[in-house]
């Protein structure tokens, strides 16, 4: 194993660690408990899992699922589940972010003090720390937590049968998928009403159940090309053939686009909350799930075609 591929191996999963390490220490800021350190206990599968891999694989990562960021999953959602429950039930008591005040504790209160030492600026980082609102901590960890899923993929050493186009294709997947994650997050559960306890729910549980699909690979798997298509295409299913297309419609369907419909859907017609942006994006996962279905059916009627008329396409 490279000098480079070790360093990377290491340095993902320590920021995977540190995150869930910062998320794990505001839970017990806002708990006021200390038996919230418990939730530490979550990072030690992802240890045991460096440990392993560096003995086993050289560090190399899987082809079609990345226990490592599966794992990073496992080790912060619990804390941003509580977060998120805790800030539901306390909306009033943590009120509005007053930025005004955030600049005047980072601000010398005199701005002649030339003399003003390391601690100082540290202290006044701290305080400015601790005067986050609960909504910036909250959106701050969802916002870390999805650029670092998309810059530890990228630093991973690449596993056996992935290129690096084909991680480049992943990654440029990554970065769409977590803007609509970020959005339906923040925006939805910012519609829920004091009274919907049950909405949170599921929304969160939806939000965790989307986030799976960063640690799969499987819509980025390339077909057989050449010659081994062409030979086994009579004998083969549309899902051999087409894999990589169906598993990026079932992603679309199952885990992102078509949840993220049901929920903003019960949000406008049980709950009765309507506005621009929560109808904009509930037609835009509508819109993406019937283009998806469209697209299912082409490929089926394009693969039955070919079966169906295989004398006609050697002549040619």
């Known amino acids: 194993m490279s000098p480079f591929s070790f360093l990377s191996a290491i340095i993902t999963r320590a920021l995977f660690i540190l995150l869930s390490l910062v998320a794990v220490w505001r839970v017990i800021w806002v708990k006021k408990h200390p038996y919230y350190w418990l939730l530490t206990l979550l990072f030690l599968p992802l240890v045991v899992e460096m440990i392993i891999t560096l003995r086993k694989r050289k560090g190399l990562d899987y082809k079609w699922f990345s226990p490592t960021i599966f794992l990073f999953l496992i080790s912060i959602i619990p804390s941003i589940w509580i977060l998120e429950l805790h800030h539901q039930q306390n909306r009033e008591q943590d009120g509005k972010c007053n930025y005004e005040s955030l600049e005047q504790v980072w601000l010398p209160k005199n701005e002649s003090s030339e003399n003003s030492t390391i601690s100082d600026s540290l202290k006044r980082?701290?305080?400015?720390?601790?005067?986050?609102?609960?909504?910036?901590?909250?959106?701050?960890?969802h916002q870390i937590l999805l650029i670092l899923l998309i810059i530890g993929k990228w630093l991973l050493p690449l596993g056996g049968g992935i290129t690096r186009d084909q991680l480049s294709q992943l990654l440029l997947i990554f970065v769409g998928t977590a803007a609509d994650i970020l959005e339906f997050n923040s925006e939805t559960l910012d519609d829920v009403k004091e009274n919907s306890r049950e909405l949170v729910y599921v929304i969160l549980g939806v939000w965790t159940w989307s986030m799976l699909q960063f640690p799969c690979h499987l819509c980025v798997v390339g077909p057989m090309s050449g010659e081994a298509a062409d030979e086994s295409i009579q004998g083969d299913s549309l899902w051999s053939n087409r894999s990589t297309d169906l598993w990026s419609i079932v992603e679309t369907l199952f885990i992102h686009d078509g949840p993220f419909l049901v929920v903003r859907l019960i949000v406008?017609?049980?709950?009765?909350?309507?506005?621009?942006?929560?109808?904009?994006?509930?037609?835009?996962?509508?819109?993406?799930?019937?283009?998806?279905v469209y697209r299912l059916y082409i490929l089926y009627h394009d693969f039955k075609s070919s079966v169906h008329s295989p004398v006609g396409d050697s002549a040619d």
Do not use: E, P, Y
Not at 126 to 141: E, G
Not at 272 to 281: D, P
């Open 125 to 141: 980082l701290r305080d400015v720390v601790l005067s986050f609102c609960q909504d910036s901590w909250i959106l701050a960890l």
């Open 268 to 292: 406008m017609i049980h709950f009765g909350t309507f506005h621009q942006m929560l109808v904009f994006f509930a037609f835009k996962n509508f819109l993406v799930v019937i283009l998806n």
